[in-house]
């Protein structure tokens, strides 16, 4: 069975500054993706940043970005000029690619970007 | 995108009541998924219901206690009956993104519930 670890329930960052969010997760699989979910208060979740398995380049979204290592199962996302609205409960998700479109979600991290 | 609503948005309940939580989104959709996110956890997947069929639950999940009705192709509901606290949570559903269910999911709102 799939698991994901989030190891940080909560950071803190000053506004302007880098911050990077952990996560790991244990799979036989080959074949999957990964995602980095936000969650802001009493808001909607949205998607941040998705990666394939199966490519090797670490995706980026803007200030948003992946250190993707597949042989570690780390998946860590990376937050630059970290902004107000950057507050938000972060989760790290796990699908494969067996046709049960079933995700798996860390525990999450709790991010308050500070003013 | 999916804009997805659902009905309440809260809602406070007493034990051994059952309430059903709508989910409407505003495009047609084969699967959608029911999640419950319990106070400062994660979401965990409760079923998947696909219009035309039967739900498929999860480990731990049963369908006389969370029975999903799904009658079309944009709208479903999930009751939660007879009520613990222990079901105090917060409840979503989700659909797949359009081109393909890989992408991402778009999510409701969620239905908090607290249960006395």
């Known amino acids: 069975a799939q698991t994901v670890t989030q190891s940080q329930p909560e950071m803190s960052v000053q506004e302007a500054e880098t911050v990077t969010l952990s996560c790991t997760y244990d799979?036989?699989?080959?074949?999957?993706?990964l995602f980095w979910y936000k969650q802001p208060p009493s808001r909607q979740m949205i998607l941040v940043i998705r990666?394939?398995?199966?490519?090797?380049q670490n995706a980026t979204e803007n200030r948003f970005s992946v250190n993707f290592q597949k042989a570690a199962k780390s998946f860590s996302l990376k937050i630059s000029d970290s902004q107000l609205g950057d507050t938000a409960m972060y989760f790290c998700?796990?699908?494969?690619?067996?046709?049960?479109?079933?995700?798996?979600f860390g525990t999450g991290t709790r991010l308050k970007v500070l003013a | 995108s999916a804009v997805i609503s659902q009905k309440p948005s809260r809602d406070i309940c007493q034990r051994g009541t059952s309430l059903t939580i709508q989910c409407q989104v505003d495009?047609?959709?084969?699967?959608m998924f029911w999640y419950r996110q319990q106070p400062g956890q994660s979401l965990t997947l409760i079923a998947t219901?696909?219009?035309?069929?039967?739900?498929?639950?999860e480990s731990g999940f049963v369908i006389d206690k969370f029975p999903i009705s799904r009658p079309n192709l944009t709208f479903s509901t999930l009751t939660v009956s007879n009520m613990s606290p222990e079901d105090s949570s917060i409840y979503l559903c989700?659909?797949?993104?359009?081109?393909?269910?890989?992408?991402?999911?778009?999510f409701g709102p969620g239905t908090r519930l607290t249960v006395l």
């Open positions: 989700s659909v797949p993104g359009a081109g393909s269910p890989y992408n991402e999911q778009f």
């Open positions: 799979t036989s699989e080959n074949n999957y993706y």
């Open positions: 990666q394939e398995a199966y490519k090797q």
């Open positions: 998700a796990f699908l494969t690619d067996s046709g049960t479109y079933k995700y798996i």
């Open positions: 495009s047609q959709v084969t699967m």
């Open positions: 219901a696909n219009q035309g069929s039967e739900a498929t639950y």
